[in-house]
């Protein structure tokens, strides 16, 4: 099939359309975009900047992707936006460029950003995450593959959310949020693992039981927090993936581990 593009939609010159894009009513397309083969926007969407779109993506209406970063220590250049496959962004979301020339906010594939979400810029988003409406990302923060937020989180700049984490609605993150746990409240602390996720997502009992174990060690034991991770590392199961996984995400944390709550 060939690009369909309705004629009260704009593309400026430049501008890249791979096979089967199609572009709703006025829609726009700037002149620095790449879309990938079967991107769809819907009427008013709109791509901008230095923004590249892998194939199947969705952008439904007043969506604009790829906007200039609201960092104002943004002085010039190119920064830009890399999304991958199949992503869905749903009405009014925004995604902004990096600050730095050169840089890029990125996004993985398979996403579904839902209505009124924000990511601003140099952030870093996996795969396969849901955004519920109204989810706002701070500057320079990472979510890694397989991460649910609710409406109306709140993720602090330069936090992290690892991976098959869930961030309850209206939370707000102030501190890195292992993988695998329930955070709510604000500030959001830990409450539970993602039994239920973790199951969607196919993890085995062996494995569910390794989190449960983790969880366990760093929340219900009475630990400080020094002693918790000293206690992973020293556990029989330290080299499974599970505790592997937090072990890491724990050493490379800068703004520190949510607390437990009850």
């Known amino acids: 099939m060939a690009v369909s593009i309705h004629p009260t939609a704009i593309v400026e010159p430049g501008a890249q359309l791979g096979v089967d894009v199609e572009l709703g009513a006025y829609a726009f397309v700037g002149a620095g975009v790449q879309l990938g083969d079967g991107t769809r926007l819907h009427h008013h969407a709109s791509v901008e900047g230095r923004t590249s779109l892998g194939k199947a993506c969705e952008i439904f209406p007043y969506a604009c992707i790829g906007g200039k970063t609201q960092d104002l220590k943004f002085k010039g250049g190119a920064p830009g936006l890399r999304v991958g496959e199949r992503n869905v962004f749903r ?38 995450c849901v955004m ?3 989810t ?17 989180g709140g ?11 869930m961030l309850s609605a209206t939370a707000k993150l102030v501190q890195d949020l292992p993988p695998f746990f329930i955070a709510d409240g ?11 996720g973790l199951e969607r997502n196919g993890h085995e009992p062996v494995q569910i039981e390794r989190v449960k174990q983790i969880f366990r060690i760093l929340y219900r034991d ?8 000293e206690r992973l590392a020293a556990h029989p199961e330290a080299a499974s993936a599970e ?8 050493d490379k944390s800068e703004r520190g581990i949510v607390a437990g709550g009850v």
């Open 132 to 134: 519920s409406n109204g």
């Open 186 to 196: 604000t500030p959001a602390v830990v409450r539970a693992f993602n039994k239920v």
């Open 155 to 165: 993720v602090h700049q330069f936090c992290r959310i690892g991976a098959y984490a």
């Open 136 to 152: 706002m990302l701070a500057g320079h923060v990472t979510i890694e593959d397989h991460v649910i937020i609710g409406g109306y």
């Open 91 to 128: 009405e009014y979301v925004t995604i902004h460029a990096a600050t730095y020339d050169g840089d890029f906010t990125v996004i993985g594939s398979g996403n579904t950003i839902l209505a009124y979400s924000h990511i601003a810029h140099d952030c870093v988003v996996g795969d396969d």
């Open 222 to 229: 009475g630990l400080n927090r020094t002693q918790a991770l």
């Open 243 to 250: 505790f592997a996984r937090v072990i890491a995400f724990a």
